[in-house]
Every structure is written in structure tokens, then in C-alpha cells.
């Protein structure tokens, strides 16, 4: 079955660096691929959703200077953490679609960033 | 503004038994209805899906049942297994937007 590859699985990073992650569609083209933010014992909230070769449109109360997203090819999205804070530290999920078709939307494993 | 309610927060099943958890919507545009199985420090698994034209799949174990004019879904895990012990979250999409999350149920399975 289809692939999503989210690297680094767990960053640890001080206050003040950024952090890129990393996510990948193994065999299919991505054309959107959405990202999610989970806080312990909470549900996903969606950051914001990008198309390839386009800019990231992204949720209400999300700063898009401070996550920033490209989806420079349509296998590839990454997601950066600038100038990360404590209160950054949270579960990071990408998803990402094959086309149009709902039953072509899979998940990556996730990425665990804490910031000290 | 939830519009994917969830029910029960968390929910403890003996072995053998029957897991059901509820879910509720408003959004009338929702077109499609997956259940996704989450273990800690992993990202969610899709576990079974239903579209509104069908008032029932069942696939395994799992069985989704779907009332469209409540506006209902609920997943049912018969034969429950320490194993199945995890997040569970319902999940809404409409057209080519991103799905709209449950606020999940956390489900321990006792042997």
C-alpha cells in the first residue's frame, strides 16, 4: 500500500533553533498534503494545507511565519519550526493525497519535537 | 466550532467483549467517514471508512454503522483484544478539504 515518510520520528532542539521536518510520499503523487498538529492526550488540528507548487494555506491562529511550508515537488513537503519555544514542543503529522479520491489520503508516523 | 463529536472520552472493554464509540456531526456537506487507530508516538492508521449511502460496512472485527438522518456514525469492535487497546478517532471530509477529527477515545482492552 501507499507510504508516507515523516522524518526525524523525534527532534529535541534548544529555544531559539529551527527544526525542519521532513515528509514523503513513497509511491504516489502527492498532490495535497495537509499538516497536523497533536498535544498529548488531544486530537489532531489541522496547521495547514499545501498544494504542490502553490503557497500553504494555513488554519486560523497559525503563524505562517513561524511554520513555514513548501511543497516543492509533488513527493516532497516540509514543514520548519523558526525560532521554536517550549510551548512549540508538540506531535507534528503529515498527510498527504493522491489525487482528488478520499480513500487516497494517508498519514506519515509522526514527529515528536521537544524544545528545551 | 467542533463538528465532529466524539463519545466516550475513554472506554474500558474486558477481553472478548464489544467496543462502541459515537460519533456525531453537523456538517451536512461531510461526504465521507473514516475511523483511524492511533498508538502513542505513531501517526493515526485509517481502520475502516464509510461513505453516507451505505448504513453499514463491516470489515474484520470492526464494523461501522451510519444513520444519516441523525447524523450519527458509531464503530463497533466486536471480540475486543488487549491489542486493540489504543486512540481511536472518527473523522469527517468534505470534497478536497482535510478531514475534521474527532476528539478521540482512548480504549483499554483488559485480558
Known amino acids: 500500500g501507499a507510504v508516507v515518510s515523516q522524518h526525524p520520528s523525534w527532534v529535541i532542539c534548544k529555544s531559539g533553533t529551527s527544526v525542519k521536518i521532513e515528509c514523503r510520499s513513497l509511491?504516489?503523487?502527492?498532490?495535497?498534503m495537509f499538516w497536523y498538529r497533536q498535544f498529548p492526550k488531544q486530537s489532531l488540528m489541522l496547521m495547514a494545507t499545501s498544494n504542490e507548487g502553490s503557497k500553504a494555506t494555513y488554519e486560523q491562529g497559525v503563524e505562517k511565519d513561524k511554520f513555514l511550508i513548501n511543497h516543492a515537488s509533488l513527493t516532497l513537503s516540509t514543514l520548519t519550526v523558526t525560532s521554536a519555544h517550549p510551548e512549540d514542543s508538540s506531535f507534528y503529522i503529515c498527510?498527504?493525497?493522491?489525487?482528488?479520491?478520499?480513500?487516497?489520503?494517508?498519514f506519515g508516523s509522526g514527529t515528536q519535537l521537544s524544545v528545551l | 466550532q467542533q463538528q465532529v463529536k466524539q463519545s466516550p472520552q475513554s472506554l474500558i472493554v474486558q477481553k472478548g467483549g464489544i467496543s462502541i464509540i459515537n460519533c456525531a456531526y453537523e456538517n451536512t456537506a461531510f461526504d465521507y467517514f473514516p475511523w483511524y487507530q492511533q498508538f502513542p508516538g505513531k501517526g493515526p492508521a485509517l481502520l475502516i471508512a464509510i461513505r453516507p449511502d451505505v448504513s453499514e460496512k463491516k470489515e474484520g472485527r470492526f464494523t461501522i454503522s451510519f444513520n444519516k438522518s441523525a447524523k450519527q456514525f458509531s464503530l463497533h469492535i466486536m471480540d475486543s483484544q488487549p491489542g486493540d487497546s489504543a486512540t481511536y478517532f472518527c473523522a469527517a471530509l468534505a470534497g478536497r478539504r482535510a478531514l475534521t477529527f474527532g476528539s478521540g477515545t482512548r480504549l483499554q482492552v483488559q485480558p
Open positions: 509511491d504516489f503523487q502527492a498532490t495535497t
Open positions: 498527510s498527504a493525497r493522491e489525487g482528488t479520491s478520499h480513500e487516497k489520503l494517508f
